[in-house]
Structure formats: C-alpha cells, structure tokens
C-alpha cells in the first residue's frame, strides 16, 4: 500500500518542488496529496480519519506544513494535529527561532528551510523521518532558557508541597498539573548535549567530546523534543482545566 | 558636631511615618478656634469703636527745626487754606492753652528715651484729650490768624490707612497662636502662643496709635505705653523659655524658667510702682538682656544636637535681638535731635516690631515655603537697619537729614542686594547644585539607570544626596503616596520605585537634615525630590519608547522584505533552471535572510553569534564534501553590534564559498579569536590557491574587502602553506565600536 504523504504549500512551484523532495527522498510507492490552504488541508485530514487519526482509517504518515498560509498559519493545523500519528514537517524561509520553537513546541518533528540545495533537503527529510530531529544552536539555545525557566518554576512549589505533605496525607491535587512537572525536566545529559548543541557543535562532534555513540546523542535529541512537545502539551492542558473545558 | 544625637534610630523613622496623621479641625478644636476668632474680633471692635468715639482734629502737621509745628494739610475748609503757616497755639477758652512741641507728633511714649520727655509727652496727651473734648478748639498761627474749629468724633471711616492693616496683621498673629495651640497643646505651643498674642497686640497698638489725626481716647497714652513695655518684657522672657523646651527640653529648663521668671516680676513690679528712675533704658536693658539669653539658649540647644531647625531658630533669634540692639541705640543716639529724627525713630522702632512679627509668623511654616512672608521678613529686617543707621548717621556724624536719608537708603539697598542671597541661604539654606549642574546629573543618572535598571533606586539616592547633601540617609521599606517633610523640615522622605517600571514606589529614601545640617528641608525640597524622581523615570521611559519604536520599526521592515521579496526569490529560485543562476539568487536570498535577520534582532552576543556561524558553515560544507577545522577563542564575550554581527556572517560566508565553489579544497580550517579587544578571523583551505583575484567571483572578494573596512579593519590575502590559501581578517577595536 502506498504511503499517504500531504504537502500543504501556497507557493505551486515550491509546491512542486516539495514533491520531488519528496519522491526523490522515499523509494517506497507514495500517494501525494497537495493543498494550496488550511481549509483544504483539513478537508484532506478529515477524510483520513479526522485530527485524531481514527483507527480502521488509512492515515497521513508524512504532512509537511507552510508556517505562512494565505487563510491562516500553519501553526494552527499543527496544534490541531498534535494527536495525529504521522510526521509533522514544518517548511519554510524562516530559519529564526522565533518561528521555529513554536513550531516545535506545536509538535513538529521538524523543520526543512525551503531555500536549501535539492540534495540537501532530500538528505534532511530523511533524517528527519528516520528520527534525527535537527537542532540549530539558536533553537537549542531557546530549549535550554526554555526548560530552565519552567523548571525552576516548577521546583519550587513542589519542594514546599513535599515537605507539608511526606506525612500522611499524601497527594490530593489534581493529577494534570502535577504529573507532567516531572517530565519537563531534562536531565543532565540532555543539557549538556543542548549546550554543545547550542555552541554549533554536530552530533558526531559531541558523540566525541562526550564520550558515546552519535546515536546516543540522537535519542538525547528526540527525547528533549519530546519533552518540548510534553510541556506544551501539558501547559495546554492546565489551560484547558482552568477554562472548564476538561 | 556634637556627639550626642549620634543614635540615629530607623525604627524612630518608621513611627513616624505610621503617626503623621494630619490632625483634623474638627470637634473642640475648631469650636475653639471659632471661640477664639470671635473673641479676639470683638476686641479689635471695642478698640475700634472707642478710637472712632474720640473726637480729632484732621491735621497733618510737620515739626520745624526748632521744635515748631507747621500745618501740612487738613481737610477742614478752615484750616486747608493756612497749610504751610506755623501754629503758635492751640486753646479752648477756659482751659489752659497746650505746650505746642514736637513731642505733640509723637505717637507714643514707648520708644521716648528720657523720663522728663515721656512725662510731659503723657501730659501733653492728657491735655489735647482734654481740650478735643470740649467740641471745638481754637488755633492761632504764625501769621496772626486765628481760627476755631470743631473737633467731631473720627468715626470708623477715619481711622486712617495704617489702621487696617495694622489690625489685620495683629489679628492674623493672634489667629496663628491660636492654630498652634490648638494642634498640638502643651508648653512649647503655649511659650510661642504668648509670644505671638503680646505681638500681635503690640501691632494693634501700633495700629491704634496711628490713627488719623489728632486726638486718642482719654488715658490712652498711659495705658498704651505701660502695656507695650510690658508686652515686650513678656516676649522676650518667653522667647527665653521657649528655647529650654524647644525643639528639645534642655537639662537646664528649670533654671532658665526660673531666672526668667524672676526678671520679668523684678520688671514689672518696678515699672508699675514706679521705682525704675530710667524707665526706658532700664526695659530696653530687660528686654535686650532677656534676648541675648534667648539667643545663649538656643546656641546651646544647638551645641548639644546639631539640628538644622535649631540652627535656623538661632538666626532669627539673633538677628531679631541685633536690630533691636541697633534700633535702641539709634533712638538712644537721636532723643536730642529735632526735625525728622523723632518720626524716623518711630518709623525704625516699627518697621522692627514688623519684622519681628513676620519671623515669629514664620516659625511655624519653616519647611513649608512662604516665599512673600520670608520676603517680606526680609525687607522689614533691612528697613530696621537701614532707618536705625539713618538715625545715628545724623546723631553721630552731625550730615544733614536729606544726606543721611539717603545715605542710610543707600547703604540699606546695598546691604539688601548683596545679603539678600546670603541672608536667604542662611534661612532656609542654598541649593548645592547650581540649575545646570543639576540638568547635566539628571541626564546622566537618567542614561545610568537606562542602562542598569536594576540599580535605580541607588542611583537616583545618589542624585539626591548631590541635589540636597544630607548628613545622614537610610533606606525604609515602606510604601509612601509622596513625597514629604517631616520634624519641621530634620528629614524629607523620598519614596523610591525599585525599576523604573514599577508602577509603585517599593521603599523610602530617609535624608536628614539638609546640607550637612546646615539647612532644612522645604516643601520645596520635597516636591523638587519627587519632580526629579519624576523625571528621571520620565526620561527613561521615552528612551525605551524610543527604542522599542525604532526596533519595532526595524523588524517591520525587515518582514516585509523577508516576506515580499524572500517569496519571489524562492520561486524564482525554483525556476532558475540553471545550476549557476540558481546558486546565486540562492546566496542572495541568504544575504536577504541574514540582512532581516539583523534588522530584527535586538542584540547579538559574539557566542551565540559564533555557534550560530559554525553551524551554518557545517550545514554548508557537509553537501560539498569539505571539512571543517573550527576554532575559536575569546578573552570575554560581548555584545555585537547589528553592523558587527551582519558583516562578519557575510565576510564568513563569502569566503567559505570561495573554499566550496573556487577552490576545490577539502579542508576549511576557520580561526576566530577575540583577544583585547580586536579580532582575529583566519580562513585557510587546501585547494589550488593561485591569485584571488584572479577569481571570476571577484565580485565576493571585492565584497569581503568593503566589509572589513566598513568594520574598521585590515584583509590580506596569503599562501596557505604548500597548497590553498588563507585569508586573514583583523578588526581592532572591536569591543570598542560596541556598546557596553
């Protein structure tokens, strides 16, 4: 069976362009779908078994999404899809940070800049889809001020909770708030590589310095991306509960 | 300074900003006040209605040299055409006629220097009463005429011009005793109410005196000139006892109560019976006497807590007893001169009674600025001295009167002019900072705390401190709605904002005593504090305005070029077709990115910027199968500017395509180094080398060149060893250009 892939690009020619990216990239049968804007986009998901990607449903497993859209920005569609079991790709001409955390923090898998060479963007497509998430030092830099601020928000009124309550009473707040701290944090290991990271080193180059396998230094990466993608999600979550609307 | 008010206690502080409730003028106070009000007018009204009662003779009349009387004007049809003729007697028929001298012009016989004078002044005064009451008198004057007039009551409309505002002063002073006594009862208010009652009715007396005419209600002479010496007596023995208690109790009070005591009952016992054979000089002996202990008090008061309220007590005390000293001896030295000297000495003897009155108004308002009042003080203080050396001018150096008139004018003008600053600054104190001194300061505490927001509190303490020099300054943390004065102007609390942002002040800045304890603070000191405070915030906040505008401006620009511009090249990019065309809009568009890029960003750190850097290369290189060398080392890390960070990822990328794309090397070996203050960029690679510009991409080349001298620094091109070429860029003052 084909692998269903949507390309959500304004741009017709860029949008062909990611199409070839695309074959080129994957040897195996692909079924492209295009779609010029976020309507459109969402009419395609629905049909592929809705946002939350029903089971029984053949789903999407590649979507690559244009941040600028003429009727909205790809942001929205990646906040909606955050449940939807395929790889998110964010393509685009912005390679700042402030565009590109938030769509990490949406859930994007990752990011391709539209501008680079055709072989490049082949080769980083397929990294990403392998699992290699790529990291700039501007983006690690904003992970590692990111995850510091929350943790050390959250530190502090957990050690206060800690100590009232070691007795006996044990735990009586709500579960979403309390559950998700611990999984923002990062662990040492993954701050080190987010420091390495953020100073422009590659992941062979910190493999070395650190002392362990390059894919080692990978899965420090999917990992913190998945914290990423955690925290929002639970941030998401506690404004949810707050609103009345869980 | 002396040693014992060394315990500055910050808790004392905190009690009183918790305590200084206004007290409120409601309930017994101000029933009080209305009772007193009440009372106080209707006695001006029985004076008033007694002066109006008594019948006159409208006259102005002017002595000669030899002691005559010359009619000057009148009102009276009968009298108005003989203006300028001597009067040689004044008589009813039936009576004996009146002694006609110039002691008849005198108004009172308080400031009459020889006992004989002031019995036959009383005399004098009894008899024109006398003679006024029958209804008419008769005057015969120099020409032979003689002529009767009738001698109606003056009724309320001719009590004269000095009268009003006479009374009006005198009744204000009383009014201000009674405010102050009711606020805060107890001996001190009562002391200063004392002072400021027996002036004040002095002023009413004064006022009294100098009605229009001549002719005052009978026995008034009498009564007038025991009450005013009295009154003086009491003043100064108060103003004695007030020094004992005021600010502080002395040890000594009871003491200085006691002698005070004594001399004013000495005083008065004698005076009244009659006992005193030099009634004058032996009040004048009293009351100079009484001041000059006053003034012993109060410089010891100071010498035992160096409190600029003290400090300023103990100016005016002695500058009201020296002119007291002066006038006396200058009516002493004129009691023998006829023509102007005796009305001059009146004139003198009032204008200090004038002046003393204003600084006792003063007093109560020190830290608060009276401005007309200290003026006004100011001009009454210099017409004292200045008709008081008029008087001995004429006494001791025998000048003319017109000659020591204007000399004595003169020299009253000058010593106004030239003391008027210094007088000021004596009372309330200079400024430490002249206006432009200021503006510079808060200018560049301004930029400072722009620049390190987190120490405006201390840099805005540190203007202060310039602005009024304060012998002593602590922080409360306490929130203050304004700024304000407190203990009569010992301290001025400064509420103070911890970031200029704050929406509230956090603490309170406590400065005391003013100019080293020389001066006190003002409620202008307290409302130029807050002005500065103010201020400062004000100018900080536009520069952040100004910033946030133009940065908010710069990324505008930057998205629409980004956005407009970027999408046409990216698909013109896509449509190029050809390998070259599209590797070179290709790098255009990377220039565009890196051109918004620094637009929009508010601030590069050379760290940040070098990870960034190295990234890009590898990204670059990776594709071309080259290898990337990268070192880099820095003594410290800094700011760059937008020009800084543009032009070296340009110079950067420029040559590592000259590696890629013209070279044919496979290693890039880039050096970046930042040591005092310059910077050092080596890129080296293995390629082919030869001449650069030989290159037909010369067009980079020639754009790395402008680049390094835009940034203000040298590039040379080299052999890079057996094979390639390196490139060598150095940009001194590197830190320099930027921003600290």
């Given at each position: 069976m084909a692998v269903k892939v949507l390309i959500m690009e304004d741009n017709p020619v860029a949008r062909n362009f990611l199409c070839r990216v695309v074959r080129e990239s994957f040897s195996d049968a692909q079924q492209i779908t295009e779609a010029g804007d976020l309507e459109s986009a969402r009419r395609h998901i629905a049909l592929a078994g809705g946002p939350t990607g029903l089971h029984g449903v053949d789903p999407f497993r590649l979507i690559l999404v244009d941040l600028e859209l003429p009727d909205g920005n790809g942001l929205e569609l990646l906040a909606e899809l955050s449940q939807y079991p395929a790889t998110k790709i964010v393509t685009t001409l912005y390679s700042d940070d402030d565009h590109l955390f938030p769509a990490l923090q949406h859930g994007a898998d990752g990011y391709l800049l539209k501008e680079d060479r055709f072989e490049v963007l082949v080769e980083e497509l397929q990294k990403i889809v392998r699992g290699q998430p790529p990291l700039s030092p501007a983006i690690a830099r904003r992970l590692l001020t990111h995850f510091r601020g929350s943790g050390a928000d959250a530190a502090a009124p957990e050690a206060g909770l800690r100590a009232s309550g070691?007795?006996?009473?044990?735990s009586t707040r709500p579960m979403p708030i309390d559950k998700p701290v611990d999984h923002e944090r990062l662990t040492p290991r993954e701050t080190e590589v987010l420091t390495f990271l953020s100073k422009g080193f590659t992941i062979k180059e910190i493999a070395s310095l650190m002392g362990i396998k390059w894919f080692t230094v990978n899965d420090h990466i999917k990992s913190i991306y998945k914290k990423l993608n955690v925290s929002s999600r639970a941030e998401a979550a506690v404004l949810a509960s707050k609103q009345g609307l869980v | 300074m002396a040693g014992g008010d060394s315990h500055f206690d910050a808790s004392a502080f905190e009690q009183s900003l918790e305590q200084r409730q206004p007290r409120r003028w409601i309930g017994w106070r101000l029933r009080a006040m209305v009772l007193a009000a009440m009372l106080g007018c209707g006695l001006v009204f029985v004076l008033m209605r007694s002066l109006a009662a008594s019948p006159h003779l409208d006259a102005t009349w002017q002595p000669t040299a030899r002691g005559q009387l010359t009619l000057l004007a009148s009102p009276v049809p009968a009298l108005a055409d003989r203006a300028g003729l001597t009067l040689e007697q004044l008589w009813v028929p039936g009576h004996a006629p009146l002694a006609l001298d110039e002691l008849l012009l005198q108004r009172t016989g308080r400031w009459l220097v020889d006992d004989e004078q002031r019995e036959r002044f009383l005399q004098q005064q009894r008899q024109l009463s006398a003679l006024l009451a029958q209804g008419q008198v008769r005057l015969a004057f120099s020409d032979g005429s003689s002529v009767t007039v009738d001698t109606p009551p003056r009724g309320t409309g001719g009590l004269g011009l000095l009268f009003w505002p006479f009374t009006a002063f005198a009744l204000l002073l009383y009014l201000v005793g009674w405010g102050v006594l009711l606020l805060r009862p107890g001996l001190r208010t009562a002391l200063y109410a004392l002072m400021v009652w027996c002036q004040g009715f002095n002023l009413l007396l004064i006022g009294a005196e100098n009605v229009r005419g001549l002719g005052l209600p009978p026995g008034f002479g009498g009564i007038d000139l025991m009450l005013r010496l009295t009154l003086d007596v009491v003043t100064a023995g108060a103003a004695a006892c007030a020094y004992a208690v005021y600010p502080r109790r002395l040890p000594e009070a009871r003491p200085i109560f006691a002698a005070v005591a004594i001399v004013v009952a000495a005083w008065t016992l004698a005076a009244y019976a009659g006992w005193l054979p030099q009634l004058w000089r032996a009040t004048q002996a009293v009351v100079l006497g009484l001041g000059a202990m006053a003034t012993a008090v109060v410089a010891w008061s100071y010498r035992l807590a160096a409190d600029p309220v003290i400090a300023v007590m103990r100016r005016f005390t002695s500058i009201a007893v020296g002119t007291l000293a002066l006038v006396s001896i200058a009516v002493a030295l004129s009691?023998?001169?006829?023509?102007a000297a005796p009305a001059v000495a009146a004139v003198a003897a009032v204008i200090w009674y004038l002046f003393l009155a204003s600084l006792l108004l003063l007093v109560p308002f020190?830290?608060?600025?009276?401005q007309v009042l200290r003026e006004f003080a100011l001009v009454a203080g210099i017409g004292t001295v200045a008709s008081s050396l008029d008087l001995i001018f004429v006494a001791l150096f025998a000048l003319g009167p017109l000659a020591s008139l204007v000399l004595a004018l003169g020299l009253g003008l000058g010593v106004y002019v030239a003391a008027r600053q210094w007088i000021l600054n004596r009372m309330v104190g200079a400024r430490v900072l002249t206006t432009e001194r200021t503006f510079e300061q808060l200018y560049r505490v301004a930029r400072e705390v722009h620049d390190h927001p987190e120490h405006t509190p201390q840099l805005l303490a540190r203007l202060l401190r310039d602005l009024f020099d304060p012998l002593e300054m602590l922080w409360l943390p306490h929130r203050l709605p304004a700024a304000r004065v407190v203990g009569g102007g010992a301290a001025l609390y400064v509420p103070l904002p911890d970031?200029?942002?704050?929406?509230?002040?956090?603490q309170v800045l406590v400065m005391r005593h003013a100019n080293h304890g020389q001066r006190i603070f003002t409620e202008d000191d307290a409302q130029l504090a807050a002005r500065v405070v103010e201020q400062v915030l004000r100018a900080v906040a536009y520069d952040r305005a100004v910033e946030r505008g133009r940065t908010e401006e710069r990324q505008r620009i930057a998205q629409d070029l980004h956005d407009d511009i970027g999408a046409r090249l990216l698909t013109l990019m896509y449509k190029a077709g050809d390998r070259d065309i599209e590797d070179y809009i290709r790098h255009t568009l990377q220039d565009l990115k890196t051109l918004t890029r620094g637009l929009a960003a508010t601030e590069h750190r050379l760290s940040h910027a070098v990870g960034e850097w190295k990234a890009d290369l590898q990204q670059r290189l990776q594709p071309a199968q080259l290898q990337l060398h990268w070192s880099f080392q820095a003594d410290r890390d800094l700011p760059l500017t937008v020009g800084q960070w543009s032009g070296l990822t340009r110079i950067l990328r420029e040559l590592v395509s000259n590696a890629i794309y013209h070279a044919d090397a496979t290693q890039v070996d880039v050096q970046l180094q930042l040591e005092a203050g310059t910077l050092h960029l080596r890129v080296a690679d293995d390629g082919k080398g030869g001449d650069p510009a030989a290159w037909t991409h010369g067009l980079g080349l020639g754009g790395v060149r402008k680049r390094v001298r835009a940034l203000g620094g040298q590039v040379q091109w080299l052999a890079n060893g057996e094979r390639g070429i390196a490139c060598e860029v150095v940009l001194p003052g590197f830190d320099g250009a930027a921003p600290t």
């Open positions: 070691s007795g006996s009473s044990g | 009691q023998h001169l006829a023509g020190l830290s608060r600025s009276r970031e200029p942002d704050a929406a509230e002040p956090a």
